[in-house]
């Protein structure tokens, strides 16, 4: 690979597949670990802990789409636990992703969020109690709730906006302590 793909700059390697394990993790939700540094052997892993990728789509593989699940229980979690989906629809819309558009990735998003990851456990999708006219929000599913946690899905997220925990401690701490006392 490192013939073919960098030929003469193979010194810059370490930097190449530093921002390709960027893209990998967050466009699809994908760590890269080495798994042996003699050989220069990597291995691809779901983020957080999450056991779904996403990759099967009826009979026929696809992209991984873990990247877009994190993505929205992230949402859910800063929204209080529960997000109204026109607050989802507006934070995927300022990422490109939009109802109704087959995305390159992600297909059609309204139908993996409502369907697959519903499906799946992963998320909840269900009508706002006593909303005239009715309106949705979505929550973590328990497959999402065994699977990871509050405060690993915020580290990530601190992670991929270039900030640690510490500059914003408030979200962080709480989500320790709620950790800590159980749901």
Do not use: N
């Not at 995927?92 to 992600?106: M, W």
């Amino acid at each position: 690979m490192l013939s073919v793909v960098l030929g003469d700059a193979q010194d810059r390697f370490p930097d190449v597949l530093r921002r390709a394990s960027e893209c990998m993790l967050l466009v699809f939700g994908l760590d890269v670990k080495e798994v042996d540094p003699g050989e220069h052997t990597y291995a691809l892993v779901p983020i957080l802990g999450l056991t779904w990728d996403g990759v099967l789509s009826g009979h026929e593989l696809s992209l991984p789409k873990t990247g877009l699940l994190v993505i929205v229980l992230g949402v859910i979690l800063l929204q209080g636990d529960r997000a109204p989906e026109e607050v989802v629809w507006g934070a995927l819309g300022s990422l490109g992703l939009c109802v109704g558009s087959e995305h390159c990735i992600y297909g059609e998003p309204r139908a993996l969020l409502t369907q697959a990851c519903v499906q799946e456990g992963y998320l909840e999708y269900r009508q706002v109690p006593h909303s005239d006219p009715a309106r949705y929000e979505f929550l973590w599913g328990p497959r999402a709730h065994a699977e990871t946690s509050r405060l690993q899905v915020l580290e990530h997220l601190f992670g991929v906006r270039g900030r640690g925990s510490r500059s914003c401690p408030s979200p962080a701490e709480e989500a320790v302590s709620e950790e800590e006392e159980g749901p």
